[in-house]
């Protein structure tokens, strides 16, 4: 009986699996009808075709390495911008000695050019990468929870709260038994803190419903933001405290080190690690919460999981670079249009377009007011903010 009731459950659980397989199937399909049928005649083949050749094995492929060429490319111009000029091959050098632990070419540079690329410039291109990667996985889940391509850590109140809980650190020196890791630990708290308060405004009947959920979002972002406002102003307005958070609120990586840089190294790779564990279920939360429920994906547990997963990383993240916007949403849009929305394929290309987008930040944020340093945050809000109206322009047409 135990043989037979074992082959049974493998025979529901084979038949589940093609079910989920062919409801996905039908929902891609039917979403690229709809794409197709908003794009003008003109634009239909050629966008089709793109898609296609994007989306298929080897075009992935491609696509993949194309970023990881121009995320080198973009690391070594970072890494010799500024306002010691160090030759290419000597940054190479410097670069290779310090990774391997041992001189492997003869020193031809001073004590001094290796302590700026190495311990102060590299840093600073490692930590641009993970923000911007943390930011942009943060986007995904958020997006895949509400169901809505305009959701990201800032619209559910997560960063608000992060921010709210590191200015607390900053300027009045709460958490001091944390020491050195005291603004991360204020983060981290004001994210919960901030996203418990957005679900439990959500909920209603033991459910959390998506539109709920942002309204509720928005809301406390709102309520955090001038908490953060009123501990900026009303608290020794002129300190150097205060100057640092209001630096720090606007985004900034210029306090980069190997120390900080290896901590949030460490605990994105373990999220980014635990979300690669969901992404069929990531997939099938997309058809909404009662279907997802009829293939045997429990919902509840899913949706905690991305709450403290997105809750985690964006507290760590902001911690270390302040309020940087709209990463988290433009940059999952973008490539969801290129490599669709099977979270398989969709998560590592975001991973490194992200890293790419805030590497690429950065650096114009050195380069345009030089020697003077521009806020990243402004740059990434320039370029982010007219994409967002774009977004929401082409939605009402459809």
Not at 154 to 181: E, Q
Not at 358 to 369: F, P, Q, W, Y
Request: with cysteine; net charge positive.
């Amino acid at each position: 009986m135990e043989v037979k009731k074992s082959k049974q459950e493998h025979v529901q659980e084979g038949a589940q699996d093609r079910r989920q397989e062919r409801v996905q199937d039908r929902t891609q399909e039917s979403a690229q009808d709809r794409r197709q049928e908003s794009a003008g005649p003109a634009q239909e083949p050629v966008q089709a075709h793109l898609q296609d050749c994007i989306r298929s094995r080897a075009g992935y492929g491609l696509l993949l390495a194309a970023i990881c060429v121009l995320i080198l490319l973009a690391a070594f111009f970072s890494v010799s911008v500024g306002a010691v000029d160090v030759d290419p091959a000597s940054i190479f050098k410097i670069i290779v000695d310090r990774a391997l632990g041992k001189e492997i070419f003869a020193r031809a540079w001073e004590e001094r050019t290796e302590t700026i690329i190495w311990s102060i410039r590299f840093p600073r291109v490692i930590m641009a990468f993970i923000v911007g990667a943390g930011l942009s996985v943060c986007g995904v889940l958020m997006q895949a929870l509400t169901k809505n391509p305009l959701a990201d850590p800032y619209v559910l109140g997560i960063s608000s709260g992060a921010s709210t809980g590191a200015v607390c650190a900053i300027i009045l020196g709460w958490f001091p038994f944390m020491g050195g890791y005291a603004t991360i630990f204020g983060a981290t708290l004001g994210a919960v803190l901030a996203i418990l308060l957005s679900m439990g405004i959500a909920t209603a009947r033991g459910r959390i419903t998506s539109s709920q959920l942002v309204l509720a979002g928005i809301a406390t972002s709102a309520l955090f933001s001038a908490l953060t406002n009123l501990v900026i102003y009303g608290c020794h307005t002129g300190s150097d405290k205060t100057k640092t958070a209001q630096y720090w609120m606007i985004g900034s990586l210029s306090g980069a080190d190997w120390g900080t840089t290896r901590y949030v190294a460490v605990v994105f790779v373990v999220a980014l690690l635990i979300v690669l564990l969901f992404v069929r279920d990531l997939d099938v939360l997309l058809l909404g919460d009662d279907v997802a429920e009829s293939l045997g994906v429990e919902t509840g547990r899913i949706k905690g999981v991305i709450v403290l997963l997105a809750t985690l990383l964006t507290g760590v993240v902001v911690s270390v670079s302040g309020v940087i916007g709209f990463i988290g949403l433009v940059v999952p849009h973008m490539v969801r249009a290129l490599v669709g929305s099977k979270h398989l394929r969709l998560l590592p290309a975001t991973v490194l377009a992200g890293g790419l987008a805030t590497m690429l930040a950065d650096v114009v944020s050195r380069v345009v007011m030089a020697p003077e340093e521009l806020p990243i945050g402004i740059i990434a809000a320039l370029i982010g903010a007219p994409f967002f109206l774009y977004l929401i322009k082409t939605g009402k047409r459809r």
